[in-house]
């Protein structure tokens, strides 16, 4: 399969895997310059051709060249009974459809390289390169003047960017959600751009309505300060999204699966913890409550006043999971002698505080570790099978349709969809064939999809019963191996037993003969 996939990625005759690796490395400022054009031949297609060279792959257009040209010899010399007026018309219209079919050189190699997988793999991970610039140069603002609001380019082609992704996550969605859900990095991936337009569209409101740029002198809560914060934290994720090209390397692929899987883990252990959290918090807000009141005369109170209020009791027993201890922030004293008092309400609250510190530290943090432990010893078992999937499923992406023109140029593949559909269904299907290849042999062609479809489902389930079968005999083998060994160091021990038996009866008889004697 990963030869395959490999083969579909390449294309036919281009053999990347022989290439020297100097070659390489030139073929990718090459792929990133012949992009440069791409927009402007699909856009030239779409409007004065017929608007399917993102559509058509060169084998297809060549067999349907082929197949008219073959349909036109079979129409001319099968001599029909028509008239001679007839038979010229014919012959020009089947002429002029092998004229819209047959292309130009630059046509023909735009076409080629459009239809190529590793090429726009190449120059999607360099747009998404040039975005992620973008997005530093926004993060960081080095023209950024005091007290001022502006707009800068990178801060244009960062949210045009982010706007183009957010789209395509979404209709990534709508096209397949059980598929979308499944994949880690499709759900990361629409959390960060939904949450960087959502905070982006926040602080330009809040802009909107403030005459300069002195987030520092408003408040924490502004709407501003939320939605910058907002655009900090989907900044960070975008950066780690950048784990997801490690996949494609064999030496740290395995261990970014591994990571992936561990987070699975932390995530339940979370759900406990906040469980947890919330119910000793409010158990422990509620004993303390009273001694945060102000009380001329009291007779005990508190030594560290954090747990009587809300705020304070949230914050300090968050912060007991990486800093675990602190018996003051429980603790009762008496004010006339200043000695810890161990009353049967003061003692509970020592006693609460140091049973969540028990759960929390002790229980579920040592839980975690072990179940990251499990989770890593069982992917690391088969990690070169994970990591093949994980980066099979990341290389499948780019064998889409849609996929041959990246975000932010998706747009592009989208207007020429459009005017495809309307070629299709306008003027050009009434007067010529420019069409034919959708409308004759799309029965063949379904039937032909539906044969291929069986056969490798068939070849399918031959590999997985021979597989199953072959996983069979081995745990056969190794069963009478292991058996086998048993037997063995049975009889070894019986066979010890009864030399040290024979050795001792030996002695027994040497010493009777020497006393009959």
Known sequence: F??????????????????????????????????????????????????????????????????????????????????????????????VSLMQIDEGRMFSYFRKIIHRPIFRMIV????????????????????????????????????????????????????????????????????????????????????????????????????????????????????????????????????????????????????????????????????????????????????????TRISGTFLGMMWRILDPGEPDMASVYRNSTGELSLQFSHGMGLVNWAIYQFTIVILLTNILIAMMNTTYTKVYERADLEWKYSKSYYQAYFLSTFTRMPPPFRMLYYFAKLFRFLKRKGHCCRGCDCCCEDQPNREERNKERETKCKVYMKLLQKLVRTKQHSDYENCIQDDFRDLRQDMQNFINDKLKNVKKENDELKNLMNKMLNKLE
Request: with cysteine; glycine share 4%.
């Open 2 to 95: 990963q030869n395959f996939l490999q083969d579909k990625l390449t294309g036919d005759n281009f053999e990347w895997d022989n290439y020297f690796w100097l070659w390489r490395i030139l073929y990718l400022p090459y792929t990133i310059g012949m992009f440069c054009f791409v927009p402007i031949v699909v856009f030239l297609d779409s409007i004065f051709r017929r608007s399917d060279i993102l559509f058509v792959a060169p084998q297809k257009k060549k067999k349907i060249h082929r197949q008219m040209k073959k349909e036109t010899e079979k129409d001319y010399e099968q001599g029909l009974e028509m008239s001679t007026i007839q038979e010229g018309t014919k012959d020009q219209s089947s002429q």
């Open 124 to 307: 999607y991970h360099f747009l998404e390169l040039m975005f992620l610039v973008s997005l530093a140069f926004h993060i960081i603002d080095p023209y950024d003047a005091p007290g001022k609001a502006e707009w800068h380019t990178y801060d244009i082609i960062t949210y045009f960017c982010m706007f183009n992704y957010l789209i395509e996550d979404v209709l990534d969605l709508l096209r397949n959600p059980k598929k979308f859900f499944i994949s880690f990095w499709s759900k990361y991936s629409l959390f960060c751009h939904a949450l960087f337009v959502i905070g982006s569209i926040m602080a330009c409101y809040g802009f909107y309505h403030e005459e300069d740029d002195e987030r520092a002198n408003l408040s924490g809560n502004h709407i501003i300060n939320v939605g910058s914060t907002f655009v900090s934290i989907a900044a960070r994720l975008e950066f780690l999204r950048t784990l997801r090209w490690i996949l494609l390397q064999r030496t740290l692929g395995p261990v970014v699966v591994c990571i992936i899987r561990v987070l699975n883990d932390a995530f339940h252990i979370f759900l406990l913890f906040l469980i947890i959290y919330i119910a000793f918090a409010i158990g422990t807000f509620s004993m303390f409550k009273p001694f945060g009141f102000e009380q001329n005369n009291g007779t005990f109170t508190l030594k560290e006043s954090d747990l």
